[in-house]
């Protein structure tokens, strides 16, 4: 099963190799990984999507919560949460197909941001879910390049 976890960790020099040294050392499957600055710039928040067994989250977990940068591990999967990704793809364009791409660019809420004579980039952020579905539609246009963010999750509403 998919999970994600959350991991507040000191932002310091070499935190991320040591998290992504961890998972390999150990076999554990990564399937993204994302990390930026919280609102104290002394603190990062990473956002990990792994999958396993209820033995292998497990330890996981322990294994996250025994890095010496670890401040907070959580589990969000069955916690209320957030989650988004970023994906920015560029189609090839043409006149034939314009109008049909323009129509699936408002559908999936997306953002024109570029556009030349024989291309287009989009911009669609949402869940993992919208991402996939969003690629899956854009493709019979003929995807020339693809960049996808990993999974950003917050706890929703209060802790």
């Given amino acids: 099963m998919k999970h994600i976890i959350s991991v507040l960790v000191e932002?310091?020099?070499?935190?991320?190799?040591r998290v992504a040294?961890?998972?390999?050392?150990r076999g554990f499957n990564l399937e993204s990984i994302s990390i930026g600055e919280t609102e104290d710039s002394e603190i990062s928040r990473m956002t990990i999507?792994?999958?396993?067994?209820?033995?292998?989250?497990?330890?996981?977990l322990k294994q996250?919560?025994?890095?010496?940068?670890?401040?907070k591990v959580t589990d969000l999967t069955h916690q209320p949460h957030l989650s988004r990704e970023l994906l920015l793809i560029t189609l090839k364009l043409g006149r034939s197909s314009q109008h049909e791409i323009f129509e699936l660019i408002n559908v999936?809420?997306?953002?024109?941001?570029?556009?030349?004579?024989k291309s287009i980039t989009i911009e669609v952020v949402?869940?993992?879910?919208?991402?996939?579905?969003s690629i899956d539609m854009f493709r019979?246009?003929?995807?020339?390049?693809?960049?996808?963010?990993g999974t950003v999750a917050l706890h929703r509403g209060e802790n």
């Fill in 49 to 60: 999507i792994t999958k396993g067994d209820d033995r292998i989250i497990s330890q996981i």
């Fill in 126 to 133: 949402g869940s993992p879910d919208k991402i996939n579905t």
């Fill in 11 to 17: 932002n310091k020099f070499g935190t991320l190799n």
């Fill in 108 to 117: 999936f809420k997306g953002k024109v941001v570029d556009i030349k004579q």
């Fill in 140 to 149: 019979p246009f003929g995807i020339k390049e693809i960049a996808r963010s």
């Fill in 64 to 71: 996250l919560n025994r890095l010496i940068d670890t401040i």
């Fill in 21 to 25: 040294a961890m998972f390999s050392a």
